[in-house]
């Protein structure tokens, strides 16, 4: 009898699969590099047979938390040549249920269920009860998204900030912009501030080609030109952390998400984020008093839909077949 969810977020590098019960607790999880895949249902695929011919027939449903727009019928990631239809997939598994969301959001709704241990604060501040709370980052792209508080519920306000065109604050930023647009044109957020976007900017104040994990590392045992890059990129994001926080009015904290978020949480507390994060004038003690955390959970993006799931999970019934 189907009783599981599969729930997967699936960004552009790799993915993290896991079943849910009505409880909405991920378990078995399994994670895969989209390398190795030549799409969605392969994946998938290969990902249900790990879990033998038992758990498939107990799957009923599916959420997949995409990197990219998930409010259509059809279903693209925004960084990986990767798309599906919805009704498609739902048939191609004979799934009950089926849903689609932004990462992004399964990642908004998962924070209320965070942690301190899956938290690294960045500075100090006091969130105010029921205000809006923004969840922001790089990892293959920059994602984000705004969760809101409507009475009992929450609701989750999705968009592709990673797209909005980048600017310069100073000379020294209007400088590496200038390299970045004879390279690549208009230049946007996430060419910047994403995985793709540390190792270019290292590349262009070093003429080194790295990439972003041996950046980190190399920052993290104190090379100097390692760190400086992380300096230059932690500024930026912290600048456009702090335009989306005043955009959103996150006066109930700002959530950093995303790999190279996490992997770079050991660097924030010598880097110039906050300072850059907070210096918007006039709105300066404004951007101060909001806190700001680093998520570091493993697999943040699953605890979202999970709680998605489980509600699925609710409505499955005994015997059902898509055809």
């Known amino acids: 009898m189907p009783h599981l969810i599969l729930i997967a977020d699936i960004g552009g590098t790799s993915s993290r699969l896991a079943v849910v019960g009505t409880d909405g607790v991920p378990r078995d999880i399994q994670i895969h590099r989209n390398d190795d895949f030549a799409g969605f249902k392969q994946m998938i695929e290969a990902d249900l047979a790990r879990r033998g011919d038992g758990a498939r027939r107990a799957v009923g449903g599916a959420v997949l938390a995409v990197a990219g727009p998930a409010d259509g019928e059809v279903i693209k990631l925004t960084n990986r040549d990767w798309s599906f239809t919805k009704r498609d997939m739902r048939r191609h598994f004979g799934w009950q249920k089926f849903a689609a969301v932004n990462d992004f959001e399964a990642l908004a709704l998962g924070v209320p269920a965070l942690g301190p241990e899956d938290l690294v604060a960045v500075g100090s501040g006091i969130a105010e009860p029921d205000a809006p709370i923004l969840v922001c980052g790089p990892g293959t792209g920059f994602g984000t998204a705004m969760l809101v508080k409507q009475g009992r519920n929450r609701h989750?306000?999705?968009?592709?900030?990673?797209?909005?065109?980048?600017?310069?604050?100073?000379?020294?930023?209007?400088?590496?912009?200038?390299?970045?647009?004879?390279?690549?044109?208009?230049?946007?957020?996430?060419?910047?501030?994403?995985?793709?976007?540390?190792?270019?900017?290292?590349?262009?104040?070093?003429?080194?080609?790295?990439?972003?994990?041996?950046?980190?590392?190399?920052?993290?045992?104190?090379?100097?030109?390692?760190?400086?890059?992380?300096?230059?990129?932690?500024?930026?994001?912290?600048?456009?952390?702090?335009?989306?926080?005043?955009?959103?009015?996150?006066?109930?904290?700002?959530?950093?998400?995303?790999?190279?978020?996490?992997?770079?949480?050991?660097?924030?507390?010598?880097?110039?984020?906050?300072?850059?994060?907070?210096?918007?004038?006039?709105?300066?003690?404004?951007?101060?008093?909001?806190?700001?955390?680093?998520?570091?959970?493993?697999?943040?993006?699953?605890?979202?839909?999970?709680?998605?799931?489980?509600?699925?999970?609710?409505?499955?019934?005994?015997?059902?077949?898509?055809?």
């Open 156 to 323: 989750v306000l999705t968009g592709e900030g990673g797209r909005v065109r980048l600017g310069a604050a100073d000379a020294e930023e209007a400088l590496l912009l200038g390299h970045m647009v004879r390279e690549l044109g208009p230049v946007v957020v996430e060419h910047a501030v994403s995985g793709s976007g540390l190792a270019r900017i290292h590349r262009i104040l070093t003429g080194a080609t790295q990439s972003p994990e041996d950046v980190i590392t190399a920052a993290k045992r104190g090379d100097d030109a390692a760190r400086e890059t992380c300096n230059v990129f932690l500024r930026l994001f912290g600048r456009i952390a702090g335009d989306l926080a005043l955009i959103t009015n996150a006066r109930g904290g700002v959530y950093l998400a995303g790999g190279v978020s996490a992997a770079l949480a050991p660097l924030f507390a010598g880097s110039p984020f906050r300072d850059a994060f907070a210096e918007h004038p006039p709105f300066e003690a404004r951007l101060i008093d909001t806190p700001v955390h680093i998520i570091v959970h493993a697999t943040p993006g699953l605890i979202g839909c999970g709680q998605f799931g489980a509600r699925l999970a609710r409505t499955l019934k005994p015997g059902l077949h898509v055809v």
